[in-house]
């Protein structure tokens, strides 16, 4: 059984950082494409950030780029999501999800999918 659990999410004050987990299991990691998704409070769910098997391709949505670095760990089976430079509009639950293959840029075609960790930034 295929399981994503993601980690890391909390409270944090505008311009501060927080490092989101995702530990995953029960797949053959080091061939799923990984990526970072979040849904903001009445908003429909976007793509972060993604990228490939090996962790030499990484992709990020503009509202993220420079601020988001996304890294995984094959030995682990762990993908990570650093965040820094936290704003108010990045308050939203983070999702990890996983995709055997090839990176999906569009973001609609993620089998497996974690619980979500909120994250909340104060301004």
């Known amino acids: 059984q295929v399981q994503l659990v993601e980690s890391g999410g909390g409270l944090v004050q505008a311009g501060g950082s927080l490092r989101l987990s995702c530990a995953a299991s029960g797949l053959t990691f080091s061939i799923y494409a990984m990526a970072w998704f979040r849904q903001r409070p009445g908003k429909e769910r976007e793509l972060v950030a993604d990228?490939?098997?090996?962790?030499?391709?990484?992709s990020y949505a503009d509202s993220v780029q420079g601020r988001f670095t996304i890294s995984r760990d094959n030995s682990r089976s762990w993908v990570y999501l650093q965040m820094n430079g936290l704003k108010p509009e990045d308050t939203a639950v983070y999702f990890c999800?996983?995709?055997?293959?090839?990176?999906?840029?569009?973001?609609?075609?993620?089998?497996?999918w974690g619980q979500g960790t909120q994250v909340t930034v104060s301004s």
């Open positions: 999800a996983g995709r055997r293959g090839y990176v999906d840029h569009n973001g609609r075609e993620y089998e497996y």
């Open positions: 990228i490939n098997w090996s962790g030499s391709s990484t």
